[in-house]
């Protein structure tokens, strides 16, 4: 053999025969020329370093004409090392894809709106004013679209950053009971967080599998309508499928849209933010009764989703009830629907710094079994009551049930508050 070629056991063999005949587990058999596994063997020293930690096909022996091969790895040819080089090289790239998707959610969800607001701000005072006319036309034209289903764009579903986004914690759906096409649903999605994260990866995108876990069910997440005021910001909004959680939107979804809807709503909302805490798992619950209600008047069936991990994403300093820092996040609350929340993540470059990423966690989230609930137009309080503890009820369920699997202790509980 010369220069790029290696000596081998059985290459000589291989020359003497034109096919090669590949006995697979199935027992079925796949036939190719053997000139073309002698050149794919005869690979150049310098391409060496590209291969990947692939297994070779190499030469057994020869018996009745049929050429039997097995397998080699890297070592049997003195490559020791190689495959393990590109795999670390992988893994660094596939680590860096990761943090930098991470990176852009959490910008865009703290930095997007100021910087929309920013923007249009100083187009006022340029020779493109004229675009910014022609947009508050259109947003005008677009006003009630946040109420009526939203526009969700597939295509930005299907972004690639959301697949490395779902990796780096990871995020995983797990599915407890079909959901059926003909019929619509609430989400209950518990607990908030600070960013909602694990509502976002699963009902926002479809990384996870929401469409083939529940076929035909459309998931609608949920947000403040505030949001849709901010210019820009709520087409970034709408393209990513987020509806308001008003009254008006939730009618439409549930009454006007067909089935197979599944209207995610984050119960807890802001003031469940504030409670946000690692070690406790505290639900703002107590006196949420709006989509309760909405349930009963829809004849719609409640499903609680549980994430656990979503707490856990964050470190966050809370402050004491009647602080003067607690009642400055609740006047914040107050006036803009959500409050601003002190927290602590790990850095951009080091896993092991102070910074605003997110814990390298993960997160799980379980879908619960439907609560059926009879369609009443008019719902007295007893009935709301009622459906209301049924609620609580199976959401404590579905967290016994699945948090030692997800690493909590036997002992933790929720609290609602």
């Not at 034209?141 to 597939?154: N, V």
């Not at 409050?339 to 997160?363: E, M, N």
């Not at 030692?404 to 508050?417: A, M, Q, S």
Request: net charge positive; proline share 4%; with cysteine.
């Amino acid at each position: 053999m010369g220069e790029g070629r290696f000596n081998h056991p059985g290459i000589n063999a291989l020359e003497e025969v034109s096919d090669i005949h590949i006995m697979h587990n199935s027992n079925s058999v796949t036939s190719l020329p053997s000139s073309l596994l002698i050149q794919s063997l005869q690979l150049h020293k310098q391409q060496r370093k590209h291969l990947s930690t692939h297994r070779l096909l190499l030469l057994r022996a020869r018996s009745h004409g049929i050429m039997f091969l097995q397998q080699h790895s890297f070592a049997s040819f003195g490559w020791e090392g190689q495959g393990t080089k590109v795999e670390e090289k992988r893994t660094r790239r596939s680590q860096q894809l990761q943090l930098l998707s991470v990176l852009q959610w959490i910008l865009t969800f703290l930095l997007l709106g100021p910087s929309c607001l920013f923007l249009v701000t100083c187009l006022l005072f340029t020779s493109l004013w004229p675009l910014l006319i022609l947009y508050c036309i259109w947003w005008i034209i677009d006003w009630k679209t946040p109420e009526k289903g939203g526009r969700k764009s597939q295509w930005m579903s299907q972004w690639a950053v959301w697949k490395h986004f779902k990796a780096y914690f990871p995020v995983k759906l797990l599915k407890t009971t079909d959901l059926h096409s003909s019929e619509n649903y609430i989400l209950g999605y518990h607990p908030h967080g600070i960013m909602s994260i694990g509502a976002f990866c699963n009902f926002g995108t479809d990384t996870t599998g929401f469409s083939k876990a529940f076929p035909g069910v459309k998931p609608y997440l949920t947000t403040l309508n505030g949001n849709f005021r901010v210019p820009l910001y709520r087409d970034y909004l709408l393209a990513a499928g987020m509806c308001s959680v008003n009254k008006a939107s939730i009618n439409y979804l549930l009454s006007r849209n067909g089935t197979g809807n599944a209207v995610v709503i984050v119960v807890g909302g802001a003031a469940e933010a504030l409670n946000c805490n690692s070690k406790q798992h505290i639900l703002t619950l107590k006196n949420r009764k709006g989509f309760i209600k909405m349930a009963l008047t829809h004849g719609t069936a409640l499903v609680p989703v549980f994430s656990f991990g979503e707490n856990e994403i964050f470190n966050q300093c809370q402050f004491a009830d009647g602080s003067w820092k607690r009642n400055l996040q609740k006047v914040f609350q107050e006036w803009i629907g959500f409050a601003p929340c002190v927290f602590i993540g790990r850095g951009i470059f080091s896993s092991t710094s102070t910074g605003f990423l997110p814990f390298q966690k993960p997160i799980n989230t379980v879908v619960g079994k439907p609560i059926h609930v009879p369609k009443t137009v008019k719902p007295s309080d007893q009935q709301i009551e009622k459906y209301h503890r049924i609620y609580i009820r199976s959401l404590m369920e579905l967290f016994d049930t699945h948090k030692v699997k997800f690493g909590l202790p036997e002992t933790d509980t929720l609290t609602i508050i």
